[in-house]
T-cell receptor, first 113, second 113 residues
Framework: NAGVTQTPKFQVLKTGQSMTLQCAQD?????MYWYRQDPGMGLRLIYY???????DKGEVPNGYNVSRLNKREFSLRLESAAPSQTSVYFC????????????FGPGTRLTVL | GNSVTQMEGPVTLSEEAFLTINCTYT??????LFWYVQYPGEGLQLLLK?????DKGSNKGFEATYRKETTSFHLEKGSVQVSDSAVYFC????????????FGKGMKLTVNP
């Protein structure tokens, strides 16, 4: 039981390049989330998926797209990377129910030059 | 909207010192409250949680009490260790039904031997 996994761990892009960040969970949770972490900003929600087949915007969705491929996988795509998207990206998944805690993946550190 | 305000630091303490990290929140309704910890190079891990007023969450020697009257959830530990060096995030559950978490900006703690 790996929990939440993310690939890649590190990535360097040039401005304008595209890439997809992958996230998978093996906990049979319905919901999945993408956050970005920037120094002094805490974690900010990019997109989330409350169930398979649905996605919704979070606080900072501009420049990103997502796909909920199936119940296990939730990918985040940068179509044309910008230096402002240099950040650490975390995928998370809550078990649902009354407590609403979330389980986080190890993160992807992305640098856009 | 819902928000979390926490001490930002960075804070440096000597081993065995007492730790308090302040966290206050603004929310409609009665959210669940969380403390997450992020060790260097890793994702976020749930440290403790409280789901209703006057609940005390505790784990690994850390404690926090859900104070509705002061809208606070301060984190305390009586004697910190070098291994407690990490970034600490206070968070609350968004009560709109989406299971979103709202995070504070995080506080970096360094404990010296």
């Amino acid at each position: 039981n790996a929990g939440v996994t993310q690939t890649p761990k590190f990535q360097v892009l040039k401005t304008g390049q595209s890439m997809t960040l992958q996230c998978a969970q093996d906990m049979n949770h319905n919901s999945m989330y993408w956050y970005r972490q920037d120094p002094g900003m805490g974690l900010r929600l990019i997109y989330y998926s409350a169930s398979e087949g649905t996605t919704d915007k979070g606080e900072v969705p501009n420049g990103y797209n997502v796909s909920r491929l199936n119940k296990r996988e939730f990918s985040l795509r940068l179509e044309s990377a910008a230096p402002s998207q240099t950040s650490v990206y975390f995928c998370a998944s809550p078990p649902g129910g009354a407590y609403n805690e979330q389980f986080f993946g190890p993160g992807t550190r992305l640098t856009v030059l | 909207g819902n928000s979390v305000t926490q001490m930002e630091g960075p804070v440096t303490l000597s081993e065995e010192a007492f730790l308090t990290i302040n966290c206050t929140y603004t929310a409609t309704g009665y959210p669940s409250l969380f403390w997450y910890v992020q060790y260097p190079g890793e994702g976020l891990q749930l440290l403790l949680k409280a789901t209703k007023a006057d609940d005390k969450g505790s784990n690994k020697g850390f404690e926090a009490t859900y104070r509705k009257e002061t809208t606070s959830f301060h984190l305390e530990k009586g004697s910190v260790q070098v291994s407690d060096s990490a970034v600490y995030f206070c968070a609350l559950s968004d009560m709109s039904g989406s299971e979103k978490l709202v995070f504070g900006k995080g506080m970096k703690l360094t404990v010296n031997p």
